[in-house]
């Protein structure tokens, strides 16, 4: 039995970057199937703020761990790590390149590096501690306990901001993702994009998003029993939106708002893949270059 490990592509970079257009090109040059790692994505009736690919836009290309999970169930990177796995090898079984393509940094270094995510069971005592305090002050403790992990979660999701001093009292620290022994024989391509450039990428999804209906898209979400507090732990464009749709805030401070925050996002992204040492980074315009670049990996 052959001990070589297999072949993956996969392309990172920040929100805005164009992940996804360069990703379905790579796979139609390569013979491939894209598998998303993209940890909203994986939720049924999140499109529009999550910027998933339509059908058209997907050009006939498969996309794997998009839609497999209802919006009120939770789906966690051991779930992304398991299924991911399990469709490298569907993909590979058809002799195709598996390409991985997303932003979620955390999610991509768990399916690429062996990795050990020590389990911390919910300490429902602490939780409920915690629960009174604000977004602001769990993040502040936060950069108290573990300044690195601060650095790189979204400090305005409660969940997660809960979740992580959980797993701080228990270990000490948040356990570090950092580049350790690969799992695949893996290429990564990164994309690198101009700030100037990425802010007017941002500026312009920004207006396609409330273009294709993103208001619309929470009031369904609403209708279908999911609840606000639910809804706010889906991100930036549901959170910042859903305050809109509560009268909480206009339309021109919605707007100044998620883009100021997705531009944080966007920081925090280059943060995480800037440890990655394995990346590749090229302009999304280089085409020639990224693909000579594959056709050495593969052969």
Request: with cysteine; charged share 35%.
């Amino acid at each position: 039995m052959s001990n070589k490990k297999q072949k993956i592509l996969v392309v990172v970079g920040p929100t805005a970057s164009g992940k996804t257009r360069l990703s379905i090109s790579l796979a139609k040059k390569f013979n491939g199937e894209i598998i998303s790692a993209d940890s909203r994505q994986v939720y049924k009736g999140l499109n529009i703020g999550t910027e998933k690919a339509s059908n058209k836009e997907m050009q006939g290309i498969p996309h794997h761990l998009i839609d497999v999970c209802d919006p009120s169930d939770t789906f966690t990177v051991r779930d992304f790590k398991k299924h991911a796995k399990d469709a490298i090898r569907e993909i590979a079984s058809h002799s195709k390149l598996p390409i991985v393509t997303g932003g979620s940094g955390f999610y991509i270094d768990a399916l690429l590096y062996k990795i050990d995510f020590p389990e911390v069971l919910p300490n429902k005592s602490l939780r409920k501690e915690l629960e009174h305090k604000s977004k602001d002050e769990l993040f502040t403790v936060l950069e108290e306990k573990d300044p690195e992990r601060a650095k790189t979660i979204d400090p305005h999701n409660k969940r997660r901001l809960i979740r992580a001093l959980e797993i701080i009292e228990k270990l000490g620290s948040v356990p570090e993702i950092g580049v350790r022994e690969g799992v695949y024989d893996t290429l990564i391509i990164g994309i690198k994009t101009s700030d100037h450039k990425l802010k007017e990428k941002i500026e312009e999804r920004f207006g396609e998003t409330m273009e294709k209906g993103l208001i619309n898209e929470i009031m369904l979400l609403r209708n279908n029993g999911i609840s606000d507090e639910r809804i706010n732990e889906f991100g930036l464009e549901y959170r910042v939106g859903l305050e809109f749709l509560n009268d909480d805030i206009s339309e021109v401070d919605m707007r100044e708002r998620i883009i100021g925050e997705l531009w944080k996002y966007v920081k925090r992204q280059k943060t995480w893949f800037k440890r990655n040492k394995d990346i590749l980074w090229f302009e999304i315009d280089n085409i020639e270059e990224i693909e000579k670049e594959i056709n050495n990996f593969l052969n």
